[in-house]
């Protein structure tokens, strides 16, 4: 089954790192995605990784993925204020050679105190 | 590139009325998907259309919704003689299928539905 779970909250100060975890529950995920969001926005895509990567940097942000436990986080390094907002996890799953739909977690709530 | 185009951004609607969202994909992407949000939840998935085709459609659309896309460009989402549990807000994505990056979907802001 597909099924996405996340941490509801995490409070950081301004420039300490911040780590959003994610488990999921499919081993047929091919792309794993993470995504931003805003109060009453909609949903920006921050990055995303491949299943058959262990990892992925990208500025700030950093991607870990251990497959064998299907844990995937994301760390952002010297975290700002402007980063507080709603972390989704997401995974699309091959199939019919095609991916379609993505399942979403539950969200984790990122509070930066100054 | 304007990015996915949501209208309207808000709705307010009273119980047994029917209402109408549009949504106008990233242009030349071929895939589109509407997806439903509920207050603390992960967006959900409910239909999409590969070109004007309607390829899948989720449990969560009862036979009191409807998607079209009629010309593989822009799509609508109908729902007849709404609920108060069909307010949520209704977000659209689009994408490329041939992107050698795999399915990446991208947000529209959303239509944030309130039924009275």
């Known amino acids: 089954g597909e099924d996405v779970e996340q941490s509801l909250f995490l409070s950081v100060r301004e420039g300490d790192s911040s780590v959003i975890n994610c488990t999921y529950t499919?081993?047929?995920?091919?792309?794993l995605y993470w995504y931003k969001q805003e109060p009453g926005a909609g949903l920006q895509l921050l990055t995303y990784?491949?299943?058959?990567?262990d990892m992925k940097q990208d500025q700030r942000l950093t991607v870990l993925l251990n497959k064998k436990d299907k844990h995937l986080s994301l760390r952002i390094a010297d975290t700002q204020t402007g980063d507080s907002a709603i972390y989704f996890c997401?995974?699309?799953?091959?199939?019919?050679?095609?991916?379609?739909?993505?399942?979403f977690g539950t969200g984790t709530r990122l509070q930066v105190t100054l | 590139d304007t990015g996915v185009s949501q209208d309207p951004r808000h709705k307010i609607t009273k119980r047994g009325q029917n209402v109408t969202f549009r949504c106008d994909p990233i242009?030349?992407?071929?895939?589109l998907y509407w997806y439903r949000q509920t207050l603390g939840q992960g967006p959900e998935f409910l239909t999409y259309?590969?070109?004007?085709?309607?390829?899948?459609k989720s449990r969560l659309l009862s036979d009191r919704f409807s998607a079209e896309r009629p010309k593989g460009s822009f799509s609508t989402l109908e729902i007849q003689r709404t609920e108060q549990g069909d307010s949520a807000m209704y977000l659209c994505?689009?994408?490329?299928?041939?992107?050698?990056?795999?399915?990446?979907?991208?947000f529209g802001a959303g239509t944030r539905l309130s039924v009275l």
């Open positions: 994505a689009s994408s490329f299928t041939t992107s050698p990056k795999g399915n990446i979907q991208y």
């Open positions: 499919d081993s047929s995920s091919t792309y």
């Open positions: 990784i491949f299943s058959n990567m």
């Open positions: 997401a995974e699309s799953i091959r199939d019919t050679g095609t991916a379609s739909k993505l399942t």
């Open positions: 242009s030349e992407h071929n895939r």
């Open positions: 259309f590969q070109n004007e085709a309607q390829l899948e």
